[in-house]
């Protein structure tokens, strides 16, 4: 009883690779990078404010742009990422508004700016509380958005 057995033909595509492991990251370390970014680009917001004595809304959104973008990049594809790189973001950019307004205490008055932000700190925080203009919560809301937005999509 032997039967007579035809193997099948040759299928005439080739198989898709499997598909790449998903980014896995340190969440830690992805919050670590995301920290020095926010002051780093933070500072580079208030100098460049200092400077020019004048906002500019597109650096808060640069400032929130390199946050979210050193979040991701260490943390891979967290779902946590987007929200924190946003606060992160506003601690950033806040940190910009103060070292804007040490510039322009330093300016009117004999005291370097170092020296304004470490023993002086709480009147350069009172002194951009009360000298706080309303479109500067639009350029917070522009960083935090600019943030959230590239966290999220980048980590997809």
């Known amino acids: 009883m032997s039967q007579n057995f035809t193997p099948p033909a040759p299928d005439s595509y080739t198989a898709a690779p499997a598909p790449a ?3 896995s990251g340190n969440l830690a370390l992805a919050i670590l990078g995301a920290v020095v970014t926010a ?7 208030g100098g460049l ?21 050193a979040a991701v990049r260490l943390g891979g594809n967290n ?13 950033g950019v806040y940190a910009g ?3 804007a ?12 700016v ?12 009172q002194s951009y509380v009360d ?10 809301a522009i960083g935090a958005y600019a943030a959230f937005q590239t966290a999220r999509k980048a980590a997809a």
Request: net charge negative; proline share 7%; hydrophobic share 55%.
């Open 101 to 112: 307004e040490a510039i322009a205490i330093s300016k009117d008055y004999p005291v370097s």
């Open 49 to 69: 404010m200092g400077a020019i004595e004048y906002q500019i809304g597109y650096a808060a959104a640069g400032v929130g742009f390199l946050v979210a973008l």
């Open 79 to 91: 779902p946590a990422l987007p929200t924190v790189s946003a606060l992160l973001t506003l601690a």
């Open 131 to 140: 000298t706080f203009e309303p479109i500067s919560v639009l350029f917070f």
């Open 114 to 125: 170092p020296e304004l932000l470490t023993s002086e700190i709480a009147q350069v925080h």
């Open 39 to 45: 002051l780093a680009a933070g500072a580079a917001y």
């Open 97 to 99: 508004y103060v070292l």
């Open 21 to 23: 492991p998903a980014r």
